[in-house]
């Protein structure tokens, strides 16, 4: 346990619908990333925040998709008219402030496993 | 930031040392190159990182050539436990952006 926390683990959705995750990182690590990973690849980087801003979002991250971390704590990760391509683990990482930052240790969480009918 | 090539798979036998080779021939002065793996069904852990010098921890040993253009990840006894999907990683350390995972060494510790 990486002290990451992700939820759900697993969701099962019918195409078209609207799904949110949920990662609450480490408490007072003030970055945050989300990624998505397919079977059999590693993982792409979709969005990262700095506190409560989104400073750079992947090509990856269609309009359909939308993340915020409001309170520059938990983050949501929001997909609208999910689509059968959109089957994936969503993974959040996070990483220690301070000098921790540049030696590029994230913790990720265990992801939430996404299954679009 | 410079790209990696891993061979797909390899095999260990437990007990053995886990030598796992990771090429990367464009890397640039400023990067570093870092390790991670992932076990089945869960999220990516780190292993360790280094710039030109070898480094070891806990889990693992770093060899980086002198050219800087290759490296092996050494896990000194491997057990049933590590097998997992490794993934080399080159980036520079103080960029904001993210860490670029490619398709990784399967790793497969056979008793």
């Known amino acids: 346990d990486t002290g990451v926390s992700q939820d759900p683990r697993h969701k099962i959705t019918k195409r078209g619908q609207n799904v949110t995750f949920r990662c609450d990182p480490i408490s007072e690590h003030n970055r945050l990333y989300w990624y998505r990973q397919t079977l059999g690849q590693g993982p792409e980087f979709l969005t990262y925040f700095q506190n409560e801003a989104q400073l750079e979002k992947s090509r990856l991250l269609s309009d359909r998709f939308s993340a915020e971390r409001p309170k520059g704590s938990f983050s949501t990760l929001e997909i609208q008219r999910t689509e059968q391509g959109d089957s994936a683990m969503y993974l959040c990482?996070?990483?220690?402030?301070?000098?921790?930052?540049?030696?590029?240790?994230?913790?990720f969480g265990e992801g939430s496993r996404l299954t679009v009918l | 930031d410079a790209k990696t090539t891993q061979p797909p798979s390899m095999d260990c036998a437990e007990g053995r040392a886990a030598n796992l080779p990771c090429n990367h021939s464009t890397i640039s002065g400023n990067e570093y190159v870092y390790w991670y793996r992932q076990i089945h069904s869960q999220g990516p852990q780190y292993i360790i990182h280094g710039l030109k010098n070898n480094e070891t921890n806990e889990m693992a040993s770093l060899i980086i050539t002198e050219d800087r253009k290759s490296s092996t990840l050494i896990l000194p006894h491997a057990t049933l436990r590590d097998t997992a999907v490794y993934y080399c990683i080159v980036r520079v350390a103080h960029n904001n952006n993210d860490m670029r995972f490619g398709a990784g060494t399967r790793l497969t510790v056979k008793p």
């Open positions: 990482a996070s990483i220690y402030p301070g000098n921790r930052v540049n030696t590029g240790e994230l913790f």
